[in-house]
């Protein structure tokens, strides 16, 4: 028994089967009924998103003996022969072979003659961009004045390239690409009457990868279907079956690109091509990868992620390290990729600079790479790899303690020292002299930051700090709030409380406030001009 292509025997015999584009089958259904059939059709949009199949069920509506509320009937001497293509009346035509002026005076020749059975000729003409010039002049000449029983459909997944003269005779259909909700229902309904078992994950996953295209979708299926044979077809296997359960490929690109080792980065990408990956598919699957990771930081999100269960615990720990605005720069960068990909002829130098880019958002201005930046000095400074211009180092000094500065001591510190000494509260001598070891601790930009801190004695044993800029900083530091106070208790040997104060509370404040690097410079120079 031959067998037959699931898009081929699935294909909508009927309006009522067609998966989505409701707006096209409306309007056509309408029409049919109410008598109203146009001359000349367009129909443009994604390929596999129902244009020739809905072109044919119009063809068969039209010349239906007894159509069903605007659908063919498939009963009827008419639709039986159109299904058995033995009609002289449907003329399908691949524009992409038959693009030439000849084709289409043939056309304008045989138009002459009414249908000798039926209502109407119907020209569906495929990939109808590919026309000539020429080719559309000759049309153009027939659409300006076409025979009563004559419908040309015009089907194209590149409408921009049909001329303007003829898309102004035409009634213009635009198809959208299918929703993967409406895909996989319908891969439901195909799973189920042909007795194939497959679970929920996997034909979301297929519907997902068929990207908005039916036939696409359903072609991917019959695939797993005939692979997983007999069993049931899980999501494993059809990620096996399609080549993308490996993601391993992905975890180690993202590794070297969160090292900013191009180096690795680029090899990774070169084994992966070299293995036969598509260069566009592959972009489209990391993409996806770090898609995946970034939606799932968000509680709950796991229902939207086409994964096993174990590939999303693994994405879920893989994203713990990494921030949103990180993993939006990359793909940012990935998605560029993905539309230059489009239109190069050579794929692999794009891919490569955006590889590069990745590892290096130095290069880049936009918040996102910022970010990321910012979280790169910061590792920078946990590993010691560089460090920042201490501040002071009073925290080190044995008699740091003794010595106190204060913020309106600008110039003449030594002199004021003794006063000083006595105006500044115990505790926050301790905390300034155990400033270093509190910066270190907390490491990273939040202890960059805490370089330009004051800070205050609140009452209730409350030390509150001002960082100068204060939205952002504040923010960072509130981050380490619990820290911060550990540290400040174990200086003071008391509980304390943090309060972090904003740029308005800080001016208007009666508390007095001390500068802390300002004060260990001045402390450093009291205790030079001691020595
Ligand atoms: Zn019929």
């Excluded at 029983?149 to 003829?166: G, R, S």
């Excluded at 390290?321 to 794009?350: A, C, H, T, W």
């Excluded at 002199?415 to 509260?425: C, G, K, L, V």
Aim: proline share 3%; charged share 25%.
């Amino acid at each position: 028994m031959a067998y037959q292509a699931l898009y081929r025997k699935w294909r909508p015999a009927g309006f009522d089967e067609v998966s989505g584009q409701e707006h096209v089958v409306t309007a056509l259904r309408n029409q049919v009924r109410y008598g109203r059939v146009g001359h000349a059709y367009l129909f443009s949009g994604t390929r596999g998103t129902g244009k020739t199949s809905i072109a044919k069920i119009f063809a068969r509506a039209v010349n239906c003996e007894n159509p069903q509320d605007g659908s063919p009937c498939n009963e009827c001497a008419m639709c039986r022969a159109i299904n058995a293509q033995r009609s002289v009346n449907v003329i399908e035509i691949d524009a992409a072979s038959n693009n030439g002026v000849d084709n289409i005076r043939r056309i304008r020749e045989e138009v002459v003659y009414p249908p000798t059975e039926g209502k109407y000729k119907v020209y569906i003409i495929d990939e109808a961009h590919m026309l000539t010039p020429g080719a559309f002049n000759a049309l153009l000449k027939t659409l300006e004045e076409p025979p009563e029983y004559v419908i040309f459909i015009l089907a194209t997944t590149e409408a921009h390239k049909v001329p303007a003269t003829v898309v102004s005779r035409c009634q213009s259909y635009e198809f959208r690409r299918l929703p993967s909700e409406t895909m996989k229902a319908r891969l439901r309904e195909m799973a189920d009457s042909e007795g194939i078992k497959a679970e929920d994950e996997a034909l979301m996953f297929l519907a997902r990868r068929g990207e908005g295209s039916m036939r696409d979708a359903i072609s991917l299926f019959d695939q797993c279907a005939a692979f997983a044979a007999g069993e049931t077809l899980t999501y494993d296997k059809a990620a096996q079956v399609l080549g993308v359960a490996d993601t391993s490929v992905f975890r180690d690109m993202l590794d070297s690109v969160l090292r900013q080792d191009a180096g690795r980065a680029l090899q990774l990408f070169d084994g992966a091509v070299m293995g036969g990956r598509d260069i566009s598919q592959f972009n489209s699957d990391f993409i996806w990868y770090l898609r995946n990771i970034l939606l799932l930081k968000n509680p709950g999100a796991e229902a939207v992620i086409d994964a096993s269960a174990d590939s999303i615990n693994e994405m879920k720990a893989r994203g713990e390290d990494i921030s949103e605005e990180r993993l939006m720069y990359y793909l940012g960068v990935l998605s560029e990729l993905s539309q230059s990909l489009r239109f190069s002829s050579n794929k692999r130098v794009p891919a490569e600079i955006a590889l590069i880019r990745l590892c290096r958002p130095e290069t880049a201005s936009s918040p996102e790479a910022l970010a990321s930046r910012l979280e790169i000095i910061e590792e920078k400074l946990e590993n010691g790899v560089f460090t920042v211009q201490a501040a002071g180092n009073a925290g080190s000094r044995s008699r740091s303690g003794t010595g106190a500065g204060e913020e309106d001591a600008a110039g003449n510190a030594a002199e004021e020292a003794p006063t000083m000494q006595e105006a500044m509260p115990e505790d926050i001598q301790k905390i300034i002299a155990g400033w270093d070891r509190i910066r270190a601790g907390i490491g990273g930009a939040a202890g960059a930051l805490l370089q330009n801190a004051s800070v205050s004695e609140g009452g209730q044993g409350q030390i509150m700090l001002y960082i100068p800029d204060s939205g952002f900083g504040s923010k960072f530091i509130d981050g380490h709030r619990e820290e911060l106070e550990k540290y400040f208790s174990e200086c003071v040997n008391r509980k304390v409380n943090l309060k972090l104060v904003t740029r308005a509370q800080y001016s208007d404040s009666s508390n007095r406030f001390f500068d802390i690097a300002k004060t260990v410079r001045d402390l450093n120079r009291i205790i030079k001009s001691e020595e």
